[in-house]
């Protein structure tokens, strides 16, 4: 799961307060930067961001199953009819 920023940052803050800023994304989570009122960048420690990196280069399910040697079985579909029951109401 990745943390929300938990703090959100004007950009002329961020830049007088950058060791604040740095000091909160290790000690908070990541911190949000925003520039004339618009998200902009998020400001995360160094071992968060590390270890989030590898989960995004890992290939998605379509990926993997395209490159799975059964991609190309063929599924027949049978027709199968359920066995309907009367129930009393």
């Not at 925003?34 to 400001?43: E, F, I, L, M, R």
Request: charged residues 30%; hydrophobic residues 45%.
């Amino acid at each position: 799961m990745v943390p929300r920023p938990t703090k959100s940052w004007k950009l002329q803050d961020a830049k007088a307060h950058f060791s604040a800023l740095v000091r909160d994304a290790r000690l908070k989570g990541p911190q949000r930067v925003t520039v004339h009122g618009k998200d902009a960048v998020v400001v995360m420690a160094a071992d968060e961001y590390d270890r989030l990196v590898p989960l995004a280069s890992q290939p998605s399910l379509h990926e993997l199953l395209s490159r799975s040697p059964l991609r190309d079985l063929d599924f027949e579909r049978a027709s199968v009819r359920a066995v309907v029951r009367e129930v009393d109401l």
